[in-house]
């Protein structure tokens, strides 16, 4: 039941005068695995629904190779999905809990049982079979809620924030997980996070959305290396957004500072901002381009490295991520290389 192409065509939602989704045009291909990303608020969830048939849409249309599916009922659509509570029947074994789909779609018992039995070996629960969900751990239950989406061969997998009430190492697992029965299965999968390391991990590509609206879709490494705003640059990690005004073409200055960047946006005078990451500054030894002076302010121990908060000449603060010991009260020379500063509109 796999698909070449999913178009979602100027898709709207409106809840009364809240408008949550704005114009959403986005094409998904075969196989892919797409990225809702952005915080809470943003409308990705609310896409997601759309296209699962659980919200009707306010305006526009979503289409599969050309066939309009968004007047189709949900559970006709073909698609399985993972919530971010499980949803687990409480009364039901592992086992029935993943062949649930199937017996409601009226799958011979045999066919059944090879299918559960298959699912339950890929998250690798088959000697948890038995058992009932409050008798696993946040991780296992997890396990068990994709093994029933992908039970059905699902023609689209929709994962709605599915790692986020567990704890930080099962992230990790679960992610690898993820990814492994993605490929292995040639699933094609759309998953809603905020969180942008899990995002760069597990897709193929990114749609980053704010208050509804498309702000960028690319590849991990382009929206991650080449944001398309100051907002996309700011989830994507550049946390040091300095305001600056331009004194070049590539040139801004700030209250004590002077940098070189690349203009991003063809700011050509007035007020700008410039956005680089923590771990694109280092400790200088000597003046020099792009250098600015700082006093250290608060530190971290992070292992191998420090996270840093240092405090400009200004009053503004620079997040560092460090290798040199540093302390709070030293004044230091923090350097960031110009291709590392990228320079937008405020």
């Known amino acids: ?3 070449n192409e999913l178009h979602i065509d100027r898709v709207r939602r409106e ?7 704005r114009d959403l045009d986005l094409t998904i291909k075969g196989g892919e695995f797409v990225a809702l990303l952005g915080p809470s608020g943003c409308g990705k969830s609310t896409a997601l629904n759309c296209l699962a048939g659980l919200l009707p849409l306010t305006g526009g249309r979503i289409t599969m190779d050309g066939d ?3 007047t189709v009922p949900p559970e006709r659509r073909g698609f399985g999905m993972v919530f971010q509570n499980y949803a687990l029947f409480p009364h039901l074994s592992v086992r029935r809990n993943v062949a649930f789909g199937l017996s409601m779609r009226k799958v011979a018992k045999a066919e059944r049982e090879r299918r559960t039995h298959e699912a339950l070996r890929l998250v690798q629960l088959t000697d948890h079979a038995t058992k009932f969900p409050a008798q696993l751990s946040g991780g296992q239950q997890q396990r068990v809620a994709i093994a029933r989406a992908v039970v059905l061969a699902p023609r689209l997998v929709l994962m709605d924030e599915p790692l986020s009430n567990l704890d930080a190492s099962l992230r990790l697992e679960m992610r690898s997980e993820i990814r492994r029965l993605h490929q292995t299965l040639g699933l094609t999968t759309v998953y809603v996070t905020h969180d942008q390391e899990e995002a760069l991990a597990l897709a193929d590509r990114l749609v980053v959305l704010r208050d509804g609206l498309v702000q960028q879709v690319g590849s991990p490494e382009e929206v991650y290396a080449n944001p398309a705003n100051r907002y996309v640059a700011g989830f994507m990690g550049y946390r040091n ?3 600056v005004r331009m004194t070049g073409a590539d040139t801004v200055a700030g209250n004590g500072f002077t940098l070189t960047g690349v203009n ?3 700011c050509a005078d007035g007020a700008a901002v410039a956005a680089f990451r923590p771990s694109d500054v280092t400790v200088a030894a000597e003046e020099g381009a792009n250098t600015v002076r700082a006093t250290v302010e608060l530190v971290e121990y992070h292992g191998r490295e420090q996270a840093v908060e240092a405090r400009l000449p200004g009053g503004e603060t620079l997040h560092v991520r460090a290798e040199s010991r540093l302390a709070p009260g030293d004044d230091v020379l923090l350097h960031v290389p110009r291709d590392r500063v990228l320079v937008f509109a405020p």
């Open 15 to 21: 809840f009364g005068t809240h408008v949550a989704l």
């Open 1 to 3: 039941m796999s698909f």
């Open 264 to 266: 991003r946006d063809g």
């Open 68 to 70: 309009r599916i968004d």
């Open 241 to 243: 957004l300095l305001p």
